[in-house]
């Protein structure tokens, strides 16, 4: 049996930061990983999609010439180049990672996977490991619905769609959330037909319906079919194919296409460790449970990003680390001051903060809710991108600002100002005062105040 002081499960973004701050230490460091080293984000999520989305975003910027003042021949997509692209960044910063841990001297990296033997003792590929301290951070994995079928055809997920080698003729994609949405206009862009299958009755449920109403338009303004209050029933292969059958409206439809990708949801991978065995708790949904400081029911025992259930980001993943490690610091920070802040990354963006319009009234029964529209701030009409709005809401009892959705040019970033501002307790009225940058989109946002407005439950 080897001896750790701390044992890392999974390479997630919580582990980078976690390495960054334990290394020092001169501590003894074991991390295990069974899959690509980095994790969802710099492998299937963040780095891989946001890559494709500046590919995509680029391409059609340039058939958009007559919107500028000039002429511009239609370009050809090089989807082999675009993927090399891809594969570059994201194996780059997979490789960069594998490179700094097998670098540290203090820092040992077990390639396969971890199952619990007993509390703070793991087994992997026959090793046993022991650790004074443990974290988990073995992330989630895509969920399929239950559709006839479904497992006799080729189905892709959202790793799975990156290494398709072909452009897809026909992209059904199962599923209207944040993943579904930014695929949909990253292959309608590079010249697939695409199809949306959303089962509630607005794609991004959780959004207020403004917010995903406007995603739905400019999304079908640019040739995506999105059927919402749509269930997929079954699928089966057809003409090379897969052929889909949704109910929709008490009617029965049948959708043709190339390929088939399921958006549907993530579920936790915590059921590969034997948890049980360590005696560690999960919730009804397999997320493992944890305290303010992202500590498990066995003292030692962290369980740090999407595992945890507190977020499904990297910036959370990140967060919980730091977390984490204030604890062990004997620092005061903890999960329940973190405030949510997320963002959509089609084109324009979505930025949000805080609570939604409709998370907000029913919390605090009536609020201040201030709108303006892209098309009416002017660094926004300069570069022709008047899609969107932005919508404040404010606290009427104590001039805080209680949440925001930046839906246009600059949203995902102009978002982080207001997480600054809700964090540090300013409230609006001194936001009010402050001198931004012209011609900016962000600049505007202080005077969006005044439009401010009460209403109610």
Known sequence: MQQFDHIIV???????TLLGRLIGSG???????????????????????????????????????????FESVKPRLDYAAVRQRMN?????????????????????????????????????????LKGNRIYINVGTRPMAPPINGLNEVTCLDSAGVLDLEELPEHLIIIGGGYIGMEFAQVYKR??????????????????????????????EKEGVKIHCNAHAHAVKEKNGGIELEIEMGGQTKQIEGSHLMVAAGRKPNSDTLSLEKAGIKTNDHGFIEVNEYCETNVPGIFAVGDVNGKGAFTHTSVNDAEIVISKLQEGDRKLSDRIPIYALFTDPPLGRVGMTEKEALEQKGKVLRAIKPMSEISRAKEMSETTGFAKLLVDADTDLILGAAILGPGGDEIINMFAT?????????????????????????????????????
């Open 10 to 16: 999974g390479t997630g973004q919580a582990t980078g």
């Open 421 to 457: 501002i809700m964090h540090s307790n300013i409230p609006c009225r001194q936001y009010r005062k402050v001198v931004l940058v012209h011609p900016t989109v962000s600049e505007l946002m202080p005077w969006v105040l005044d439009r401010l407005e009460l209403v109610e439950k």
């Open 88 to 128: 570059e960044i994201r194996y780059g910063s997979s490789e960069g990672l594998t490179n700094w841990m097998e670098s540290t001297d203090n820092v040992n990296l077990f390639k396969g996977w971890a199952t619990f033997v007993e509390e703070k003792v793991l087994e992997v590929e026959g090793n046993t």
């Open 27 to 69: 501590d003894t460091i074991a991390v295990i990983e069974g899959g690509k080293v980095g994790g969802s984000c710099v492998n299937y999520g963040c780095t891989p999609t946001k890559t494709l989305v500046a590919s995509a975003k680029a391409y059609h910027k340039a058939q958009s010439g007559a919107t500028y003042g």
């Open 190 to 219: 590079f010249g697939s037909k695409v199809t949306v299958i959303q089962r509630a009755k607005q794609v991004m449920p959780k959004e207020d319906k403004d917010v995903a109403e406007t995603i739905k338009e400019f999304l």
